[in-house]
């Protein structure tokens, strides 16, 4: 979506607001007709505006901030950009792609990840992405993220990205430049299983493809294992965002343990 697509996607984000709670007393058989609600003065419930499924219980101290407070001034800061968005339950992840130059690298885009939930799942968190052959491959937290982040300084914090762009740039292509110049055989699938926990399946049609003479580097195994990961089904677009985040991170764990 172009950048003033994004911006109306985000405000067709839910709402969400606080409601008290109130815990059902519990009686005997022959006293239901007692039956009596006693509300809770250290909690309240989280629910989407106009529907009354909870989804969180937080304390009366909790700062409920919108979606929209989050995502917009990230977008409004960034001049030229495209970028996409998923939500579900509470929780909701978005994309975007700066048209500048600074987040290429050769063909490939760097974007910026924003995660938030209203569920607790997730305090908000600001990362970043390789668009990469269509798939979008977000750098673990670990190797560049913003790991402070408070609703009052989010545009400010946003025009900051580019002192780790270089830092992106360096991890991306060492571990394309390792990863292809290593090649998989049958006999390194096992190691291999073990770092990635990749599933029975998606091992047994790589294994039968490499017996039929198909030839793996490392780079090629793991965006072929990516695609598998991204093609399953799932609940939500949320949680194979989740599952393949996990995966990339484990490909960065591994060109640590190939580094020593």
Not at 18 to 29: G, H, I, T
Request: proline share 2%.
């Amino acid at each position: 979506m172009k950048k003033d697509e994004l911006l109306v996607e985000i405000n067709k984000l839910p709402l969400f607001r606080l409601r008290d709670v109130a815990v059902k007393e519990e009686f005997k058989e022959e006293e239901r007709d007692r039956e009596r609600w006693v509300e809770q003065d250290k909690h309240q419930a989280v629910t989407e505006v106009g529907r009354y499924e909870a989804l969180a219980f937080v304390s009366k101290n909790y700062n409920l901030v919108n979606f929209s407070e989050m995502f917009t001034p990230i977008v409004e800061k960034i001049e030229n950009c495209e970028g996409d968005l998923i939500y579900h339950f509470g929780f909701s992840i978005m994309d975007i792609f700066p048209a500048m130059k600074e987040f290429k690298v050769d063909k490939d885009e760097i974007g910026i990840v924003a995660y938030n939930s209203v569920n607790k799942t997730s305090a908000l968190n600001i990362r970043f992405c390789i668009r990469h052959n269509g798939r979008k491959i977000t750098i673990p937290k670990k190797v560049a993220s913003f790991r402070k982040v408070h609703l009052g300084n989010i545009g400010q914090m946003t025009q900051d990205y580019i002192s780790v762009i270089t830092q992106i740039r360096n991890a991306w292509t060492t571990v394309i430049t390792k990863f292809t110049g290593f090649e998989v055989t049958i006999e390194d699938l096992p190691l291999i299983i073990e770092n990635f926990k990749i599933d029975e399946h998606a091992v047994k049609k790589m294994k039968k493809k490499m017996m039929d003479g198909m030839k793996y580097n490392l780079w090629d195994f793991c965006m072929e294992v990516f695609d598998y990961i991204s093609n399953k089904n799932y609940k939500s677009d949320v949680h194979r965002r989740k599952r393949l985040d996990g995966f990339v991170a484990s490909i960065f764990d591994y060109d640590l343990v190939m580094q020593i």
